[in-house]
């Protein structure tokens, strides 16, 4: 009987991991604890990983947003504001040659209007309340004709007058209702601001139709496309005359130096 020797266990070992070896194509997996170490580590979170996708994903869409402090210095015609205004909307390689503000389109909740001219377009933004922005522009090559206007004010004080008299009435009305309900002082007290109120937002829409049906400032034609209308206070309409004639002036360079009319 032959005698056990461990050894030849050890060999048996040896060859069945060969074999094993030669039928996965000769490739062996190291269970070294180096290896064992690593794959922990990319297991643990990386601290900055949040950072890197932020830097790779998009930025998410969101509206059009004019500071109020932006549109406050916009009002006094500081340069700086103005460009922050308009450079969300034109390209930083367009040499602005004038840039202003020429009123408010209404008494508390009007539209601010701001105009800008630059080598290649002029642009118009409205800014009105509660995130309302209306912006429109034009190439210079592409107009036609220009026109000022100056409305009467007569059809406004018609308005106006016509609004103080139904407020007038209803007010009249009401004093009277409330004598006859037998109301007392402080009724009439709290009263007043209400009818305040309801006067200004009675005056601030006689001024908005108005200048719905009145225009007041410059238009621009644009061959085959919308025309540029730019509103502007009357008090300022000379600003907008002198931006007029800038139009011109750069309409004429920008053709000479495309060799042709749009």
Not at 8 to 13: K, P, S
Not at 68 to 91: M, R
Not at 213 to 242: M, P, Q
Request: a positive charge; one cysteine or more.
């Amino acid at each position: 009987m032959p005698s056990y020797d461990p050894s030849d266990d050890e060999r048996r070992r040896v060859k069945f991991l060969q074999e094993a070896a030669g039928q996965g194509g000769g490739r062996t997996t190291s269970t070294r604890p180096q290896d064992m170490s690593s794959g922990l580590q990319t297991s643990l979170p990386d601290p900055y990983r949040r950072e890197r996708e932020r830097e790779v994903r998009p930025s998410r869409p969101s509206a059009i947003r004019i500071a109020g402090n932006i549109v406050d210095l916009a009002k006094n015609d500081d340069a700086d504001a103005l460009h922050a205004i308009f450079g969300q909307f034109i390209s930083a390689d367009e040499k602005v040659v004038w840039c202003g503000y020429l009123g408010k389109r209404g008494m508390l909740f009007g539209r601010r209007s701001f105009a800008c001219l630059t080598d290649k377009r002029v642009a118009d933004c409205s800014i009105g309340w509660f995130g309302e922005i209306v912006y429109q522009d034009a190439l210079l090559e592409y107009f036609n004709s220009t026109v000022v206007y100056q409305p009467s004010r007569l059809s406004l004080y018609i308005w106006a007058v016509i609004a103080l008299g139904v407020f007038a009435g209803g007010v009249a009305t009401l004093i009277q209702m409330m004598m006859l309900s037998g109301l007392g002082s402080l009724w009439y007290v709290l009263a007043v601001p209400v009818l305040v109120g309801f006067l200004f937002l009675m005056l601030e829409i006689v001024v908005r139709l108005y200048y719905m049906f009145s225009k007041c400032g410059l238009v621009l034609w644009v061959k085959e496309g919308i025309s540029i209308y730019i509103f502007s206070d009357r008090k300022l309409l000379t600003k907008a005359n002198s931006l007029i004639r800038l139009v011109r002036i750069q309409r004429d360079q920008r053709i000479a130096a495309l060799g042709h009319i749009g």
